[in-house]
């Protein structure tokens, strides 16, 4: 079976990009080396800091990051990085050709409980060398993505990218240390019948998606006339998998909890990356109107509500929205 390189070198890689997922799959397995020692590596808890995003930083949220950063800032293709857990851009070489935007550790709350955790990027071009780069050259849109993918570190580690021309996905062969490509041109089922959110924010949401969900909970007896079944990993590299493998709906809602912030995840780090995978594999991806990969950003760390997967339902949670305005 064809290994990365070979993916890659057949899909006519930029050689910025293919080296650019080069240095973050070495890191990936040096993460996927501490995750599995656990205790015993001294990653579990609490680093003792609040992150720019207003968390409290997990010391593995700590060591990911400085991992990326390191191996990243040496990497001459790397104009500049962009992570979840930094206060702001930080340049690299100014000669670089791309920007490389990091969720280090997605999941946090999974990782001292011995659950799935991942990384996730998003590779851009940098259109302004020979200057150091600052956040403002990190505010493209998604659609000027390069190359998005992620790194779930589960029962085994797995890595799915896409550069634009369809979604690979790969397996960690631990003992040769090479992503053996396992999955070519992931394609998502446009229904289903498994959705994933966290219904105990039920009551913060608006009335067009508390009848999705309802609708979903009356199952057979209501207008849907089918059951569903309802998943969440906690960490949304796990609930991307699963629906790269086996269809589904996402959703991370706007919500009311917190009224300075329209959703939870990030859009540089995690809804831009995952909705070029998706997108790449057939589904669609909103914030439950607008595609998420044409939002024009006005801050690295902005946060936007997520609406993504089978097609035909992320089209008619937009319906919802649409009526129900
Ligand atoms: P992170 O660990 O990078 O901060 O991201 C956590 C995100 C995402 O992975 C997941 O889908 C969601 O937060 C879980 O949120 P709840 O704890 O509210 O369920
Ligand atoms: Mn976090
Ligand atoms: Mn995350
Ligand atoms: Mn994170």
């Not at 290994?3 to 990009?17: D, F, G, K, M, S």
């Not at 609490?46 to 968390?55: P, R």
């Given at each position: 079976?064809?290994?990365?390189?070979?993916?890659?070198?057949?899909?006519?890689?930029?050689?910025?990009?293919?080296?650019?997922?080069?240095?973050?799959?070495?890191?990936?397995?040096?993460?996927?080396?501490?995750?599995?020692?656990?205790?015993?590596?001294?990653?579990?808890?609490?680093?003792?800091?609040?992150?720019?995003?207003?968390?409290?930083?997990?010391?593995?949220?700590?060591?990911?990051?400085?991992?990326?950063?390191?191996?990243?800032?040496?990497?001459?293709?790397?104009?500049?990085?962009?992570?979840?857990?930094?206060?702001?851009?930080?340049?690299?070489?100014?000669?670089?050709?791309?920007?490389?935007?990091?969720?280090?550790?997605?999941?946090?709350?999974?990782?001292?409980?011995?659950?799935?955790?991942?990384?996730?990027?998003?590779?851009?071009?940098?259109?302004?060398?020979?200057?150091?780069?600052?956040?403002?050259?990190?505010?493209?849109?998604?659609?000027?993505?390069?190359?998005?993918?992620?790194?779930?570190?589960?029962?085994?580690?797995?890595?799915?990218?896409?550069?634009?021309?369809?979604?690979?996905?790969?397996?960690?062969?631990?003992?040769?240390?090479?992503?053996?490509?396992?999955?070519?041109?992931?394609?998502?089922?446009?229904?289903?019948?498994?959705?994933?959110?966290?219904?105990?924010?039920?009551?913060?949401?608006?009335?067009?998606?508390?009848?999705?969900?309802?609708?979903?909970?009356?199952?057979?007896?209501?207008?849907?006339?089918?059951?569903?079944?309802?998943?969440?990993?906690?960490?949304?590299?796990?609930?991307?998998h699963r629906i790269l493998c086996r269809?589904?709906?996402?959703?991370?809602?706007?919500?009311?909890?917190?009224?300075?912030?329209?959703?939870?995840?990030?859009?540089?780090?995690?809804?831009?990356?995952?909705?070029?995978?998706?997108?790449?594999?057939?589904?669609?991806?909103?914030?439950?109107?607008?595609?998420?990969?044409?939002?024009?950003?006005?801050?690295?760390?902005?946060?936007?509500?997520?609406?993504?997967?089978?097609?035909?339902?992320?089209?008619?949670?937009?319906?919802?929205?649409?009526?129900?305005?």
């Amino acid at each position: 079976m064809s290994n990365l390189e070979t993916y890659l070198a057949a899909q006519n890689a930029q050689p910025a990009v293919a080296d650019i997922i080069t240095t973050i799959t070495k890191v990936g397995i040096q993460i996927s080396d501490l995750l599995k020692r656990g205790a015993l590596a001294d990653i579990l808890g609490e680093a003792g800091n609040q992150n720019v995003q207003g968390e409290e930083q997990k010391k593995l949220d700590v060591i990911a990051n400085d991992l990326l950063l390191d191996a990243l800032s040496s990497n001459p293709h790397c104009a500049g990085v962009a992570s979840e857990e930094l206060d702001n851009a930080t340049p690299a070489n100014q000669d670089g050709d791309v920007l490389v935007l990091f969720d280090p550790l997605d999941g946090s709350s999974n990782i001292d409980i011995n659950m799935a955790v991942g990384t996730i990027f998003s590779i851009l071009p940098y259109n302004n060398q020979g200057h150091p780069a600052t956040d403002e050259d990190f505010l493209q849109k998604g659609t000027a993505q390069l190359a998005s993918g992620y790194i779930l570190y589960g029962t085994s580690t797995v890595m799915s990218i896409t550069l634009g021309k369809g979604v690979a996905m790969f397996s960690l062969d631990p003992d040769t240390k090479a992503f053996v490509q396992i999955k070519d041109q992931v394609q998502i089922s446009p229904d289903t019948k498994e959705y994933a959110i966290n219904a105990s924010n039920y009551r913060y949401w608006l009335p067009p998606m508390q009848r999705y969900i309802d609708e979903f909970t009356a199952g057979k007896t209501g207008v849907r006339g089918k059951d569903f079944n309802m998943r969440w990993v906690a960490a949304m590299v796990g609930d991307i998998h699963r629906i790269l493998c086996r269809g589904g709906i996402f959703s991370y809602p706007f919500d009311t909890k917190h009224p300075d912030k329209p959703g939870k995840l990030r859009l540089m780090y995690e809804a831009n990356p995952m909705s070029l995978l998706i997108e790449q594999a057939g589904g669609l991806s909103t914030d439950a109107i607008n595609r998420i990969l044409d939002i024009e950003p006005t801050s690295i760390h902005q946060r936007v509500p997520v609406v993504l997967g089978a097609r035909n339902e992320v089209e008619y949670v937009k319906k919802l929205h649409d009526e129900m305005n």
